[in-house]
Structure formats: structure tokens, C-alpha cells
């Protein structure tokens, strides 16, 4: 049974610092790894996709990578904002066909000001 | 980029009634739809895979007489919740898969409450 694991479950930095969030998964056969940030009370931005034969993705100040042999991913971002405050999820899709994600528990990330 | 619209966002209900809860793709068709329940300070758990024009597929321990799942057409999952009660609150969000690059997209969630 795949489990996902995001360390730290919180975390707090000031602003402009960069930072690395991670997340490991236990069954290395995934289709793919996508990142998510959730705002208190709404649902799931995706921010990046990354298929598994992929090493890293990147958009604008982030940027995540993969370790798919490890079972390992990181989300790194550059230059903080508070803007950036949410709660990020990770996810992993399943080889095989089954279409379900299983996500981390997440990681709060409040960047101050 | 793909949109994935549900409404309503925040509902409150008398124990004992039945909540529906829409969820759309907008600009895609969706043949696979997925419900999820979040509860605070937890990650999304999926609930059951919503398939047009069959029957849905719960998870283990979700009671299908209850999160009743209906995807008549290819933009349109509901979920509905039958004799609601306080258990019930919690926060709902549906998603679908764009086949295109953009992975799965989620709606922005529907907060119940159950009184």
C-alpha cells in the first residue's frame, strides 16, 4: 500500500529566505508526482507535474524535483513571500491504471513578513 | 488551463436532510471524476471514483446509500448526501483528469456543516 510522508508538517520562515519541502512515497512504481497548495478553506491549486520519467519541473520561483528510485521528491522555493503562506500537498499516481492519487498529510508553510 | 467549477461552497443543513454538491469540468469533457472529504488538519481522503454513465466506485468504509454519486454526463459529477448529521460536516472537493499535461485539476471545495 503506497504512503506518502511530508517533512516538516509546519514550517516557518522569514520572508525572502529559500526553502525545501519534502516528500517521500513508500512504492516507487508511480505514474506521476504533482505538488498542490491549499489556502485555508478552498481547494487544490496544482502547481507542478512531474511524470515519472521526468527529473524536475519548474515554474517561476519553484521549482520540484524527483527521485523515483528513492521514492523522493522536493518542492524548493525561491525568495519567499508571504503570499506563498498555504499548506502544501504532494500526491503520487499509482502505475497500473487506477487513477487515484494518494496524498501527504501536508505541510503548513507561513512566511513572515 | 483545464477548471474544474463546484458549487456550493459553503452550505449548512438541518440534521436529516440531503445536501447535493455539483462539480464541473468547464472546458474539458470527463469520463473519471473523484470526490474527496477533507477533515481539519488531515489530507484529502478519496471517497469514491465517479464514473459516467455507471455506477460509482466508493473506497472501503464509505456507505454508498449514503454519498450517493450520480455522473450523467461528461462535464457533470454530483454527490449527494443523504440524512445528514454532524459527522457529516466536513469539507468536500471533487477533481477530474484533463488528459492533456495539466495533471488533475480540483474544485475549489464545499465547506458542510451539519447543525
Known amino acids: 500500500k503506497q504512503e506518502v510522508t511530508q517533512i516538516p508538517a509546519a514550517l516557518s520562515v522569514p520572508e525572502g529566505e529559500n526553502l525545501v519541502l519534502n516528500c517521500s512515497f513508500t512504492d516507487s512504481a508511480i505514474y506521476n508526482l504533482q505538488w498542490f497548495r491549499q489556502d485555508p478553506g478552498k481547494g487544490l491549486t496544482s502547481l507542478l507535474l512531474i511524470q515519472s520519467s521526468q527529473r524536475e519541473q519548474t515554474s517561476g520561483r519553484l521549482n520540484a524535483s524527483l527521485d523515483k528510485s528513492s521514492g523522493r521528491s522536493t518542492l524548493y522555493i525561491a525568495a519567499s513571500q508571504p503570499g506563498d503562506s498555504a499548506t502544501y500537498l504532494c500526491a503520487v499516481l499509482q502505475e497500473g491504471g487506477s487513477e487515484k492519487l494518494v496524498f501527504g498529510k501536508g505541510t503548513k508553510l507561513t512566511v513572515n513578513p | 488551463g483545464a477548471v474544474v467549477s463546484q458549487h456550493p461552497s459553503r452550505v449548512i443543513c438541518k440534521s436529516g436532510t440531503s445536501v447535493k454538491i455539483e462539480c464541473r469540468s468547464l472546458?474539458?469533457?470527463?469520463?473519471?471524476m473523484f470526490w474527496y472529504r477533507q477533515f481539519p488538519k488531515q489530507s484529502l481522503m478519496l471517497m469514491a471514483t465517479s464514473n459516467e454513465g455507471s455506477k460509482a466506485t466508493y473506497e472501503q468504509g464509505v456507505e454508498k446509500d449514503k454519498f450517493l454519486i450520480n455522473h450523467a454526463s461528461l462535464t457533470l459529477s454530483t454527490l449527494t448526501v443523504t440524512s445528514a448529521h454532524p459527522e457529516d460536516s466536513s469539507f468536500y472537493i471533487c477533481?477530474?483528469?484533463?488528459?492533456?499535461?495539466?495533471?488533475?485539476?480540483f474544485g475549489s471545495g464545499t465547506r458542510l456543516t451539519v447543525v
Open positions: 472546458d474539458f469533457q470527463a469520463t473519471t
Open positions: 477533481s477530474a483528469e484533463d488528459v492533456g499535461a495539466y495533471g488533475y485539476t
